[in-house]
């Protein structure tokens, strides 16, 4: 078995652990009568994945949206990203990781060390109060603008060739990726900040997209577990991101090589999304629309 194969199998089975997670902590909050997304809910978790899917990221625009049209209390937007975005990210990088040639060990280091910085980021945001989860919020914002101008302006760097790094920028990247993981939990995704790294250091910039994405949803499944056991979420707007999400993502499916890990993944997840939305389907039937 390749080490990408290996890859894949634990992408799959982090995103079946957040899913059972996901599903029981719906099933205990449908209770309540908080788990039905609204339309904008659902909305947004159709629009933010699909331009997640071409690398513009979704937390950023997330983040903004729910703020603007005061959807999401500002101290549930963390949590409420990492786990409504960690099914459709999962999605992408199965497509990515199996498409794009780039050094294995490298890029299971890489993901690795994001894995353990969202970890412990995770534990961290779930317990801050409101103003300082606010104050996080609004530098990922001015983050996210900074890179958006320096997208526009054409300054961002072109990149090289090589599919992995030298020894020297390899241990420099595991520095940062560390540093994106324990971010992501703030709203700062990581997409642009790799780009930038990857494309730095010498790397081709297609190779970035397996090692950000698969970062991005190992963190994600690590750090979505911790917030869900904490509670500090918004269940309806959460629900609404991962229903939506995960189908908006699977149109890129198409645009890949057909590869069979792939497929076998994507069934799963798939198959774990139906009693979700079986279980929506059902509080829809049953709720007062609010």
Same mark, same amino acid.
């Given at each position: 078995?390749?080490?990408?194969?290996?890859?894949?199998?634990?992408?799959?089975?982090?995103?079946?652990l957040l899913a059972i997670r996901w599903r029981s902590a719906v099933r205990a909050a449908s209770q309540t009568g908080t788990t039905r997304p609204t339309v904008p809910q659902l909305l947004i978790?159709?629009?933010?994945?699909?331009?997640?899917?071409?690398?513009?990221?979704?937390?950023?625009?997330?983040?903004?949206?729910?703020?603007?049209?005061?959807?999401?209390?500002?101290?549930?937007?963390?949590?409420?990203?990492?786990?409504?975005?960690?099914?459709?990210?999962?999605?992408?990088?199965?497509?990515?990781?199996?498409?794009?040639?780039?050094?294995?060990? %490298? @890029?299971? &280091?890489?993901? /690795?060390?994001? *894995? $353990?910085? +969202?970890?412990?980021?995770? !534990?961290?945001?779930?317990? =801050? #109060?409101?103003?300082?989860? %606010? @104050?996080? &919020?609004?530098? /990922?914002?001015? *983050? $996210?603008? +900074?890179?958006?101008?320096? !997208?526009?302006?054409?300054? =961002? #760097?072109?990149?090289?060739?090589?599919?992995?790094?030298?020894?020297?920028?390899?241990?420099?990247?595991?520095?940062?990726?560390?540093?994106?993981?324990?971010? =992501?939990?703030?709203?700062?995704?990581?997409?642009?900040?790799?780009?930038?790294?990857?494309?730095?250091?010498?790397?081709?910039?297609?190779?970035?997209?397996?090692?950000?994405?698969?970062?991005?949803?190992?963190?994600?499944?690590?750090?979505?577990?911790?917030?869900?056991?904490?509670?500090?979420?918004?269940?309806?707007?959460?629900?609404?991101?991962?229903?939506?999400?995960?189908?908006?993502?699977?149109?890129?499916?198409?645009?890949?090589?057909?590869?069979?890990?792939?497929?076998?993944?994507?069934?799963?997840?798939?198959?774990?999304?139906?009693?979700?939305?079986?279980?929506?389907?059902?509080?829809?039937?049953?709720?007062?629309?609010?």
């Amino acid at each position: 078995m390749t080490l990408v194969a290996i890859l894949l199998g634990a992408l799959v089975a982090g995103g079946c652990l957040l899913a059972i997670r996901w599903r029981s902590a719906v099933r205990a909050a449908s209770q309540t009568g908080t788990t039905r997304p609204t339309v904008p809910q659902l909305l947004i978790g159709f629009g933010t994945n699909f331009f997640d899917t071409l690398g513009i990221g979704s937390f950023a625009t997330t983040t903004a949206l729910f703020r603007l049209f005061g959807l999401v209390p500002d101290e549930l937007i963390p949590g409420t990203l990492m786990v409504g975005h960690t099914l459709p990210v999962v999605t992408q990088a199965l497509f990515f990781i199996s498409a794009v040639r780039v050094d294995p060990w %490298q @890029l299971t &280091m890489l993901i /690795a060390t994001c *894995v $353990a910085g +969202a970890w412990i980021g995770a !534990g961290v945001v779930a317990s =801050l #109060p409101r103003r300082a989860v %606010q @104050l996080g &919020m609004g530098s /990922a914002l001015s *983050v $996210a603008a +900074a890179f958006m101008l320096i !997208g526009l302006a054409g300054w =961002l #760097p072109a990149g090289g060739t090589a599919a992995g790094l030298t020894p020297q920028a390899f241990a420099f990247a595991l520095a940062l990726n560390f540093l994106f993981g324990m971010l =992501l939990n703030l709203g700062i995704g990581n997409y642009a900040p790799s780009l930038v790294l990857f494309s730095l250091l010498g790397m081709d910039p297609r190779a970035a997209f397996p090692i950000m994405m698969g970062s991005g949803a190992f963190a994600a499944a690590a750090a979505g577990v911790r917030f869900i056991r904490a509670g500090r979420l918004h269940w309806r707007a959460a629900v609404g991101l991962t229903l939506r999400g995960e189908k908006v993502c699977v149109v890129a499916e198409g645009a890949l090589p057909e590869d069979a890990r792939v497929a076998r993944a994507l069934a799963t997840l798939r198959e774990l999304g139906q009693p979700l939305d079986a279980r929506m389907e059902e509080a829809q039937r049953v709720e007062v629309w609010t």
